[in-house]
Structure formats: C-alpha cells, structure tokens
C-alpha cells in the first residue's frame, strides 16, 4: 500500500479561511483547498466534513472537469528567497499605528515574510499559473494535466491516488516562465 499523501501543504493558512486550514470530507471524497490549488483523494474516515459543509468543492469537480491524460511537463524554477515583509516589517500584527492592531497584512498574509517567487508565474497547457502553486503539481506521484475549458478556468489534474484543480491567473507575473507541453513522439 503507498503512503497517504500529505494533505497539510494543500491547505490555506489565511487567516481570513480557517475554514479551509484542515482538509476536508465532502460528498464521498476528502478535499484540501488553499483556494488556489484543490486536491481531492478517496475518502479519509478520520476527516471530517467542514462546517454548514462550505465550500462546495465537489460541485466544482462536476462543472470543470475533464480527464487529465497529458504528463506534466517539467519546469524548473528560480530558487525561492524568503524575505522580510515589507508592509509589516515582518510583525504580521500590531503593524498599523493604532493599538492592538489586529489587522491582517495582505501583502504577506501574515506570514511576515514574502517568497520571492510571488512575481513569478509559469504558462503551462495555454494557461498562466502562479509558480507557487504550480510547484505544487510536481511532486505529485503521476502527475497528468488536460488543458481547461478556457483561460479563466481551472486547470484539471489527476495523480496516483487523487485529483485536483489549479486556478489560473488573469495575467502573467513579472517573471514569467512558458513551459512547452511535451509533444508525443511520432513513431
Ligand atoms: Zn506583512
Ligand atoms: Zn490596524
């Protein structure tokens, strides 16, 4: 038996979602979604399904759906930096003048620090997609893409074991990557 895939990166840490911070069961599958990336794998009996069961991410599946069969190609990105926020100063809270700001800093999140590869993007299948979510793809085991229905749609994904859906971007990023899908081999 191949070891359940770790869910945890798949999952928001937006402080503004903790609805999505856990993976969770939904109409017959388990979902972990940063609101970005969503994963869906058979059924974990120990998860539990979300509260007033939001978000729908089943229904998504029926409405974007479409059978991944071309492989990944492999892309190769800049090493990521991690740097201190610049609007935050790297506090997350208690960053604004007033007292006992508890505001939530957008330009990071609240993670205090920002990863340099938030101005890059990659083209992929037609699509422009943010680099540190499509990362995410490649150490999927089997990991196969199909292009999605048009530029403002996800785009499908299936891998050993489960599937999923990548929101594209409207634009690309200051740095962006064109990854060429792998052209089959003509006999
Ligand atoms: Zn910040
Ligand atoms: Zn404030």
């Not at 945890?8 to 990336?37: E, K, V």
């Not at 604004?96 to 957008?106: D, G, I, L, M």
């Not at 422009?128 to 990991?143: C, D, H, S, T, V």
């Amino acid at each position: 038996m191949t070891e359940a895939l770790d869910l945890t990166p798949y999952c928001s840490t937006d402080p503004l979602r903790p609805y999505l911070h856990a993976p969770f069961t939904q109409g017959g599958h388990t979902f972990a979604t940063n609101g970005y990336i969503l994963v869906r794998v058979t059924l974990r009996p120990d998860v539990l399904p979300p509260p007033e069961n939001k978000p729908r991410a089943d229904k998504l599946f029926a409405r974007d759906w479409r059978e991944p069969t071309m492989p990944l190609p492999a892309f190769t990105l800049p090493e990521e930096r991690l740097r201190e926020c610049e609007n935050c100063k790297g506090e997350k809270h208690n960053f604004h003048a007033c007292e006992c700001c508890e505001c939530t800093c957008e330009a990071c999140d609240d993670e205090g620090r920002v990863s340099s590869l938030n101005t890059v993007s990659v083209g992929l299948c037609g699509a422009f997609f943010a680099a540190k979510y499509a990362r995410m793809l490649q150490p999927l085991p089997g990991i196969r893409v199909a292009p999605s229905k048009d530029a403002m749609s996800p785009m499908p994904f299936a891998f050993d074991g489960g599937e999923g859906l990548l929101m594209p971007l409207r634009t690309t990023l200051a740095n962006h990557i064109d990854v060429p899908a792998i052209t089959p081999a003509t006999p």
